[in-house]
Structure formats: C-alpha cells, structure tokens
C-alpha cells in the first residue's frame, strides 16, 4: 500500500496542473467545441490585447510580483543580518509565527480599515493634528498604482519568507560562519550578508519564486486593496470568466495564458537580478569591505520589520472592533459603545460558510497529512529520498500562477460533470494544502532520531507498529502543527474556492471578498473575524493535544 | 524463569560472522571473521569513522546506504541477513538509553515483552516487575522516564532489551556517556546479566577499560 503513495501524491498535485494548464491552452487558441470554438485561432489572443488599459494591468502585475517580492525579502534579510543570535530575534520570532495562519483576505481588510482616509490611523489622529472632522477624500485605498495592495502583500509574505529562512538558518551552521567574519573584522551586519546568507538563500530560492507568481497573479488581496481601473490583470481575468456572454471565456482563457508568461517572465527578471546582486556582491567581498558602522542599519532594519508584524497585529484588533462596534463616528478613536448585535445579525447568514470553511479544511488536512505520512514513512523504510526534484514538484503548485491552471480545471470538471461538487472543491485544496503540509513536516520528520525506531525493531517490534506507537507519538507536536498549517491554508484559499465552487460552496474567505465592495465594515469585521479565528483554534489544538495526551512525560515537552 | 530458549537446537548458540566485510565507497573499513560463543564478549575497539558502528548497524538490519557490505551473520546456522530486522531478534543498546519519552517506565517494558512470553496484561505486570527488581529499581514503574537518573536509565534501557529475549546483544559505546564510577557499575550489570543468559554479546568501543572489563577477545581496528 504505501508504495503508491509517492505516485499517489505525485498525481495529487501534478494531475489538476497539467490537465488544468491543457484545458486553459485550448480555449486560449479557440477550441472549445461546447462553446462553439472548433477552430484554432490566434483571434481572443487578439481581442485580449485589444481591451483598454490591458497593458497597465499587465504592468501593475508584473510590478506588483516584483516590487513586493523585492521589499519583503530584503526587509527579512537584513533583519536576518542585523539581530539573528539575539534575544530581539528570538522574540520577533514567535511574534511573526502566528501571522503566518492569517488569510490574506483578513490580513487586506485589516490593513484597509487601518490606513484608509477614515482608518483608524486617521481617526486617532483627528481632528487635533489633521483638523478634519470629516474622512479627507484621498484615494489610498484602491491607488492606481497599487501602492496599497504592494503593502498588504508585503506584510502577509515577511511572516512567510521570515520563517522559511529560519528554516534554512538551522541548516547552515549560520552561527559559526557569523562567528568568523566578526573576528575577521567584518561588521555585524556585513558578516552574515556575505558568509550566511548565499547559503540561506540559495535554500530558500522556491519559496521566493513562490512569492513571486502569487503576487504577480493575486486576486483576493487586489480586490480589497488593489486598483480598480483598470485593476491588475489576474482580477480583470475574473471579471471576464464570470461574463454572462459565455464567448468571453475564451478571452479570459487567452488571458489566462498571459499571466503565466507573464509570471515567468517576472521570474526571468528575478534570476537576472539574482545575477547582477551577485556579480556586485562577489565585487564587494573581494574588496573586503568590512562595514563596522551598522548601527543604525540594524536599528533601521529592526524598526520596519516590526513594524510589519505590528500592523497586522493592529489590523486585526481593528478588525475585531469593528465587529463589535456600536455607534462610531469619524473622527473617535474608540465607538461609543460595544455591541453583540452585528454577530447576532450576521449569525444565520455565518453559518453555512463556517460549516463549508471547517469542513473543507478538515477534509483536505486530513487527506493531505495522510499522503505526506505515507510518502514520508515510504521514504524511511526504502532509504530513497525524493531529493530536489520531489521539492520542486511541492513547489509547483506554488509558481505557476492560480488562473493559469484554474480556468482550465474549472472547465474539464465541467465538462465531466463534477464542478461545483464538493469532492471538486477538495481536490483543488489539496493541491494547495499538500505542499504545505509536506514542507513543515518533512524536517521534524527527518530530524527524528532513528535510533528510537531501530531500538523497537531489535526488540522485535514490525514496522508498522513502531510506526503508530513511537514515530507518530514522538512527532505528534509536528505532525498537528504540519495540520494546523494546512487548515489555515485552506482556509485562506480564495480563487480555488470560487472558481470551482463556483458560488455553490461559499467559505468565509469567498463571502469576506465579496463584501469588500459593500464596505460594511461590521459585516466584513464579522467575516474577517472568524476568518482568523479559526486557523487560530487550529494552532491551539496543535498546541493542547499534545500537551493533554503527554501531560506528565517531561521528555515530550518543547518542540519535538 | 522458566524462558529457556537456547538449548533447544544441537548447536552452540553462538553469534557467528563470516566473513563481514565494511567499506565505504571503495575503501574497506573493516573485515571480521569471528565467532562470538553464548556468554562471550566479543570487543571491537577503534576511533570513531572505523566503521564499527556500521558493523553493529550491518548486523541489526540498519546500516546506511552510503555504505556497503558483505558476508553473513549467523545464529545456529539461520542467516540473520536474510531476515527483516524485527525477526532478527538482536537487543541493541547504544550510548543514550533510549527510552520512549512518551512512555512510562512500565509501559516502556511491557512494550518490548514479545506475545509468547506474556498473553496477558497480569503476566506482563509480573515479568515487569521481576525486571524492575533485578535492576534494583523496584516501585519505579510509574515514573516518566525523563525523572530518572543516568544510570537508572541505562538500567531500564538494558532490562528492556533483555524482555524482549534478544537472541545476542550487540552494544554500541553503551557506557561512553555515564560518569566513570556509575561506568564500573554498569559494565559490570551489562556483562553478568548477559552472562546469565548465556547471550552472545558484541561491544564497540574506543575505550580500552570497556573492552578489559568486557574480558574477551579483541578485535582492534586501526584508521
């Protein structure tokens, strides 16, 4: 049995990819003989690139996946160079951890209800330092030039790189090559930048990439925050596939074919800046520049990366406000009063998509860990490790942009009669939340000590007994923290869900999107709301479970 | 203890390497031919990198791909090579103790008792029990096994490989991370207990008082 979970898991996430990339290239160039295209041609190719202001939203995008990938990492690198090894560092770090459960959505709301004219921001500030007694009519959410959006995503992707780095960190004895360059003289700061951090990065170049295409081809956060005329190219791809006039899906399609050029055509730029930091960078270590002077670097690089953490800790304390707001009036600071009748009221309507959230998110994680177990355990009792090559696969669903292959998916399921179905809707998470789920427990797993399994096996214990009564209990905390991640991840799914629920299966993050053009800001505090809440619960589990079942063993304390 | 097992076949029960050769790519770390009889310590001594983990290893059914091996090992003539590594039935005891955290010192006994020795839980309970009071740990049954000291936990570890009637020992550095008089001691329980049993042990090592306690022969291995 277990030997089919590596192909099982290869066809999980490969399968919807490339049959969703074939059935998006087909009506790209015209067929689609159930819509009336039996002929190849290059004519919605041409109509796409006929539409008014196509070139800005491709712009927008391609800068939007750059810009934001460039900002974060940087921020995440030179916080790494300035306080790694310190009590700081260590602190930050278990404040940017849970960040990471936090959905995109929540994370855009927050940030709106923030810094928007009549944000909270404004409102502490008013009317005493600002004189307005009225929100000023200044267009900072939806700017056409994305600045807002490029924002919200860099503050939801630096808990994202900030971790995998770490990751990487733990792996490349960063420590004692830090230790070296500072007896050799270098600053701080210098030190890691040229002895840790090649090595950190050149573990970290996926999940970079993997930035990359998701800001490059964002939907959910460029609806809340992002331009709306002309809006950036994945959001207008939408707008066409929910045409009633069905002809414009082979635009979107076409369309949808662009956004996967133009993906990689953003991770072509990249590899060649890649190239040009590092011929500089090789410049300035054979010169030996030692940049003993880094101290307000440091401070300057300490500052903004906590500054990112905070805001989305402010941004969601707003958003719980809100939600409980009674009566709040421009320029307060606090509402008059709080109140359970925005929950009261939204309590109905909340049900059916926590229900669909939950469920789908347990289903999906549940599946999902048990492939990755399989495959993991297979690993261990043949010795063959899947190597680079198995994590490129992970990564895969991760840089191809979402439209590209969703369009397609959406249309064969369609064609087989099974979209909108709910089995649909898991198979599309699960090609999001395996990846996740596999990449946060194949260390633990690996740093298991496998002694404690050859010690069982000498007492004469088989295989698949010391699998359930020593390696799962022993990594148990990994194991549900690996589940937590996927839920949240699930959770978080925005363009999946609608695309092949197809309005059917509405989750919380799917009905918090489409209120963000309401602008009821209790309403969407209610959704957003639960929409952290519930990755939230996820992690206290991860963390109560194992605590409850090991209560009294002190050798299970602590990370696993 | 009415467990005797040994005596059942003509043959000695005796640990025997034929042959065993080690290498690591193309160099060859080790060969042994040897046999180890019932109640002898065979001792390979050696630095660390001398492959005489790989051989313990090669022996239990784990040895890492990286390396290669060939040869037989054998117990009363059936190949143990052939075997998967949970009928192999060798206790193995390396330089930590080992014991489950998640278990309690009982439960990480009577998880070793294989189904024919104990059917039931008041059998096990018993068999247990004797095991605590042969260590001299009686009443510690119930701990969690991180509250113990050292040396109980090296104690526990070696009942535990002794419950579950390994057919030989095979002993991985097993005393290297003990205080040098808790040492004295638990060499001396490791080597009379498996005397008692008649159990064919294999010690590595690079320390030479285990091997003179251990008082058989020697195999040293030279880098």
Redesign the interface.
Known sequence: MLRFAPPFAVLVLAGPIFCGLLATLLPAFGYFPALGGHHVTLIHFASFFAEPGIWISISLSLATGLVTTGISLCLVMLFFAAWSGTKLFIRVQHLVSPLLSIPHAAVAFGLAFMIAPSGWIMRLISPELTGFTRPPDWQIINDPMGLTMMAGLVIKEIPFLFLVCLAAMGQVRSVEHSKVATSLGYGRMAGFLFTSWPLIYRQVRLAVFAVIAYASSVVDVALILGPTNPEPLAVRLIGWLNDPDLTFRFQASAGAIVQFLLTGFALLVWLGAERLVKILFENRVSKGARVQKDKLARYLSGFSLMLTALMIFIGMTILGIWSFAAYWSFPDALPRGFTLYHWQRQLAAVGTPFRVTLILGLISTLIAIAIALACLEREART?KTGGYRSLQLLYLPLIIPQPAFLFGLQMLFLSIGINTSFSALVIVHLVFVLPYVFLSLSDPWRAY????S??????????NR?FW??RM??LLRPILVAMAIGFAVSIGQYLPTVLIGAGRWPTLTTEAVALASGGDRRVIGVYAFLQMLLPFLGFVCAAAIPAFV?A?????KGGA | MGREQTNARTEPASLRLSNVSIALGSKTLLTINQDVGPGDVLTVMGPSGSGKSSLLAFI???L??AFTASGDVTFQGESLIAL?????????L?Q?A?????MSVYQNLA??I?KSAAGNNAQRLELVTQALENAGLEGLGDR????LSGGQKSRIALM??L????RAL?LDEPFSKLDADLRQQMRQFVFSQATKRNLPVLLVTHDAEDAEAAGGQIIRLVD
Not at chain 2, 163 to 166: F, G, K, Q, R, T
């Open positions: 010795g000590d496998k002694r404690y050859w010690a069982a096996a000498s007492m004469g214990i088989g295989e010391v009564r020593i209990p022993l090991f009294g063993r002190k050798g299970m | 239990a059914g784990f890492d791909p998967a590594p949970e009928k192999r039935r060798v206790g193995l390396f930590d080992l014991l489950f955290p998640h998880f070793a294989p969690d096994p991180e509250t535990r490989v419950l579950a009637e390994p095979l």
